[in-house]
């Protein structure tokens, strides 16, 4: 009952998992998973913590090894879902000032946003599993980046790219608009801010802006 227990909640946190490798492959990995890492906490909604890792020394699924970025994109959704509550920032809140403020000034990311980034197509094999798609055309060591959010109560995943990754990467860190802009631009990357700030306001990953004065 235990070890049926532990495999049904590692199967709620990782769904697409389960379709990729199938129920009965599943059921093999949770099993080793459970005796590696067995449960720690009386709530199971934590029970995936490492699963992610455990996928990537797995050896019966070494041959797949962009398993375990799907896997990581679907603990991040995971917490995201468990994540607290929160106001996201309006058009309005970040233009309250002017361009010199805005450009001084911080954000702080929502409980539920978070950053992704992976050395294969883990975002478009997930998004693909979300609704019917054809997977024949995806190429699989693709590079992809992602933001991952709960705008109002249903959790997304976007694919960013890599310009848009840096930028939020360093407002994460702490950085400026400026500094971060400045962090683009030093690595040679091209940033469209124009398209991209709806999409960040629409995806509602800030709850609050820190301004300079």
Same mark, same amino acid.
């Given at each position: ?58 050896? =019966?699924? #070494? ?7 799907? @896997?990581?994109?679907? +603990? %991040?959704? *995971?917490? /995201? ?29 929502? =409980?539920? #946003? ?7 197509? @883990?975002?478009?094999? +997930? %998004?693909? *599993?979300? /609704? ?31 310009? #848009? ?16 802009? /400045? ?31």
């Amino acid at each position: 009952n235990l070890r049926l227990a532990w495999r049904n909640a590692l199967a709620a946190t990782f769904p697409v998992m389960v379709q990729l490798i199938g129920e009965d492959g599943f059921t093999l990995s949770a099993r080793d998973y459970a005796q590696a890492y067995p449960s720690q906490s009386g709530d199971l909604n934590e029970f995936g913590q490492y699963f992610p890792q455990f996928i990537a020394d797995y050896e =019966p699924l #070494a041959v797949y090894p962009y398993l375990s970025d799907v @896997a990581r994109l679907e +603990w %991040l959704w *995971h917490g /995201a879902h468990y994540a607290a509550n929160h106001t996201s920032l309006r058009v309005e809140d970040l233009m309250a000032h002017g361009t010199e403020d805005w450009l001084s000034a911080q954000v702080r990311f929502a =409980p539920s #946003a978070c950053l992704f980034e992976a050395n294969h197509a @883990a975002v478009s094999i +997930w %998004l693909a *599993h979300q /609704a019917q798609a054809d997977l024949a055309s995806l190429q699989v060591g693709q590079r992809e980046f992602a933001i991952v959010s709960r705008p109002v109560w249903r959790v997304e995943a976007r694919l960013i790219d890599e310009a #848009a990754f840096v930028f939020l990467q360093a407002l994460h860190s702490g950085a400026t608009f400026e500094q971060a802009f /400045a962090m683009v631009d030093e690595m040679n990357l091209s940033l469209d801010v124009v398209a991209l700030l709806p999409v960040l306001i629409d995806a509602g990953i800030w709850c609050d802006i820190v301004w300079a004065n």
